[in-house]
């Protein structure tokens, strides 16, 4: 079986999250298990406090939140760095 990188999207559904999420797809490889969260959704919005997740889009890679997922906006770039599209060997 070969190892994926989970990349998890905390998701309000708006326009911004939307678009977001559709970087974060055209930027993965085969590698990328990407999963969409909605916030609406009670346990979502749990993990997502115990995650210190402050504000959606946010992006968990492989359990850890990434920078952009503070308060300050997605940046793909900043998720290439945490693995989004990288291969595992």
Same mark, same amino acid.
């Given at each position: 079986?070969?190892?994926?990188?989970?990349?998890? +999207?905390?998701?309000?559904?708006?326009? +911004?999250?939307? &678009?977001?999420?559709?970087?974060? &797809?055209?930027?993965?490889?085969? =590698?990328?298990?990407?999963? +969409?969260?909605?916030?609406?959704?009670?346990?979502? @919005?749990?993990?997502?406090?115990?995650?210190?997740? &402050?504000? +959606?889009? @946010?992006?968990?890679?492989?359990?850890?939140? =990434? @920078?952009?997922?503070?308060?300050?906006?997605?940046?793909?770039?900043?998720?290439?760095?945490?693995?989004?599209?990288?291969?595992? &060997?």
């Amino acid at each position: 079986m070969t190892a994926k990188r989970k990349i998890e +999207v905390f998701s309000a559904g708006c326009p +911004v999250c939307e &678009r977001t999420i559709e970087e974060i &797809r055209k930027a993965s490889c085969p =590698s990328c298990d990407i999963t +969409v969260l909605d916030m609406q959704d009670t346990e979502v @919005a749990v993990r997502a406090k115990s995650l210190s997740i &402050r504000s +959606v889009p @946010a992006v968990v890679i492989d359990g850890k939140l =990434s @920078a952009c997922g503070c308060g300050c906006g997605v940046d793909i770039e900043e998720l290439k760095k945490a693995g989004l599209g990288q291969p595992i &060997r």
